[in-house]
């Protein structure tokens, strides 16, 4: 009898304590508050803050139009992740925002995130409200002098994943990989 007893409690001891967290396949940065209090023009002229994109989970991204590599193969990959989520797809915001504000005008960002995906949201903003939007987001990027006056824009190239409440929750590296990228955006839709 006492070892049904004990049984009994040790099961229901351990229902009670299901697990409830969540094996991302990117690292879990739940608690550290990326990704607050900043402000950007969208390509569409609108200002957006963090709260315009509650009730998603939204993916954002540090980069610029004239990105040789990175942004590019970057954008495409998100395209296959929305794809992937299919219907899921509607509850989620991918974000880019731009860190060459003097070359990537609202119009530009339209012209070329769009072109990755029509749902894809372009940002940019004065020097200065980059500068905030990268801190917030502990995110580097730094102007790069190239031959014949031009430049070039080194940045950070991973992903911010927000939870429906705009809680950071995930840090992917930019070669994550489609798969993986949907299976934390699944995650966080649950």
């Known amino acids: 009898m006492l070892a ?6 040790l099961c229901s001891a351990l229902t009670a304590c299901g697990d409830t967290t969540t094996a991302f396949k990117g690292s ?3 608690g550290s508050h990326l990704g607050q209090k900043w402000s950007l023009t ?3 002229g609108k200002t957006y803050t963090p709260a315009n994109f509650n009730g998603k989970v939204t993916l954002v991204l540090f980069g610029f139009t004239q990105c040789p590599d990175v942004c590019p193969t970057s954008l495409a990959e998100l395209s296959q992740v929305m794809q992937l989520l299919g219907d899921l797809a509607s509850r989620v915001q991918v974000l880019m925002i731009s860190v060459d504000p003097e070359r990537d005008s609202p119009e530009v960002l339209r012209a ?3 072109g990755f995906d029509p749902r894809f949201l372009g940002l940019t903003g004065t020097p200065e409200q ?18 014949n006056g031009n430049y070039n824009m080194d940045h950070s190239a ?10 950071s929750r995930v840090l992917l590296a930019n070669n994550a990989g489609a798969e993986n990228i949907a299976h934390d955006i699944r995650a966080l839709l649950r």
């Open 112 to 114: 070329y995130v769009s």
């Open 158 to 167: 991973n992903f911010y994943l927000l939870d429906a409440k705009g809680e």
């Open 28 to 30: 879990d940065i739940t």
């Open 130 to 147: 980059i500068k905030v939007a990268a801190a917030a987001f502990k995110a580097y990027y730094a102007r790069a002098a190239t031959v």
């Open 42 to 44: 969208g390509m569409d």
């Open 4 to 9: 049904a007893i004990v049984t009994l409690g």
